[in-house]
C-alpha cells in the first residue's frame, strides 16, 4: 500500500446528515410492542426499555430488554451506521431468544422520517428455509418513534407482524 493510500485508509471519518440522523435516536427509551401470533392468536403485547448510544457520532448501538412470553427477560442489541461509498445504511440486530444474526442494509424515504431495513432469516412458515424481513423506523418527534417489522411471504406479498412504539425518557 502506497503512503497515501495509507493516510486517505487512516483519516478520521467524517459525521455526515445521514449519521446525525442515527444519533438523534440516541437516549433512554421505553417501548411497548404488539406482535401478531398468528391468525388463530391473539396479538401479544409487552413493554420494555432501551438505552441508545453512539459511536463517533457515526454508529449507534442500542440494548434493549424486556419480557418474554415465558416471563425470561430478553436482551436484545442494535447496531447501526451509515456508509457513503454504498450510500447505504447498515448494520446487525442480535436477541437473547435467538441464534440468527440479522444483517441489515438500509435505505432512507425521501421525507427523512422513515428508514427501512431489510435482512434475510429464517422463515415463519417453514424453518428450512429463509425469507425476507423489513424492520422500519419511523420519527413520529424528537421523543416518539415507530418501529414496525413485516415478511415477506412465498407470493411475495408483505406481511405486518410487529409495531412498537417507543418514547424517550424525560
Not at 71 to 96: H, Q, V
Not at 128 to 141: G, L, P, S, V
Not at 145 to 150: E, G, M, P, T, V
Request: with cysteine; aromatic share 8%; net charge negative.
Amino acid at each position: 500500500m502506497t503512503e497515501a493510500k495509507t493516510e486517505e485508509t487512516c483519516k478520521m471519518a467524517t459525521p455526515q446528515k445521514e449519521h446525525e440522523w442515527l444519533t438523534a435516536l440516541g437516549g433512554d427509551w421505553t417501548f411497548e410492542t404488539e406482535c401478531s401470533m398468528g391468525p388463530d392468536h391473539p396479538p401479544m403485547k409487552s413493554s420494555g426499555k432501551e438505552t441508545v448510544r453512539s459511536i463517533g457520532g457515526l454508529w449507534i448501538v442500542g440494548e434493549g430488554e424486556g419480557p418474554m412470553p415465558d416471563g425470561e427477560i430478553g436482551t436484545t442489541i442494535i447496531s447501526l451506521g451509515y456508509d457513503p461509498a454504498k450510500k447505504r445504511y447498515l448494520g446487525t440486530w442480535i436477541g437473547s431468544m435467538m441464534t440468527h444474526m440479522w444483517i441489515y442494509n438500509g435505505e432512507m424515504d425521501a421525507s427523512e422520517k422513515m428508514l427501512t431495513l431489510s435482512a434475510e432469516g429464517p422463515s415463519f412458515t417453514d424453518p428450512t428455509k429463509t425469507a425476507m424481513y423489513q424492520d422500519i423506523i419511523e420519527i413520529k418527534d424528537n421523543n416518539h418513534r415507530i418501529l414496525r417489522s413485516q415478511y415477506q411471504g412465498d407470493d411475495g406479498e408483505w406481511t405486518h407482524f410487529m409495531t412498537a412504539h417507543y418514547k424517550r425518557k424525560v
